[in-house]
């Protein structure tokens, strides 16, 4: 299973960005994308790497502060194998490299070792 993230850049505090990651290599025949929760981590510059927020298979969000909450949305289309997270607000604390990892699990875990598949991470970076 491959994930490809993209649709980070370079944007002024108060922009929005939305976030691509694409799941691909499964046999979606027997393992649906509504089989994946897809979580999206973030590692700013010598920083640890945090959990930001996931979707579950039926759609469902989780997020790791109510700051994140109130900015950022999450969303799916099982049918193209894809999940999306609209970043708005913009703050230069949120400038990191942003994954995406997948799970076979109906819930979205905050810990990155329990996700077996990763992306290479697309590079958000907000200027104030």
């Known amino acids: 299973v491959q994930l490809q993230a993209y649709g980070g850049g370079l944007v002024q505090a108060g922009d929005s960005l939305k976030l691509t990651c694409v799941v691909s290599?499964?046999?979606?025949?027997?393992?649906?994308?509504?089989?994946?929760?897809v979580a999206w981590f973030r590692q700013g510059q010598g920083l640890d790497r945090e959990f930001v927020g996931g979707i579950n298979g039926a759609g469902g969000c989780s997020w790791y502060s109510d700051d994140v909450r109130g900015r950022f949305a999450c969303s799916r289309d099982n049918a193209r194998n894809t999940v999306f997270l609209q970043m708005n607000s913009l703050k230069p604390e949120d400038t990191a490299v942003y994954l995406c990892a997948a799970s076979q699990a109906l819930v979205v875990f905050h810990h990155s070792n329990e996700y077996d598949y990763w992306g290479q991470g697309t590079e958000v970076t907000v200027s104030s």
């Open positions: 290599g499964s046999d979606f025949s027997r393992w649906p994308m509504s089989t994946y929760s």
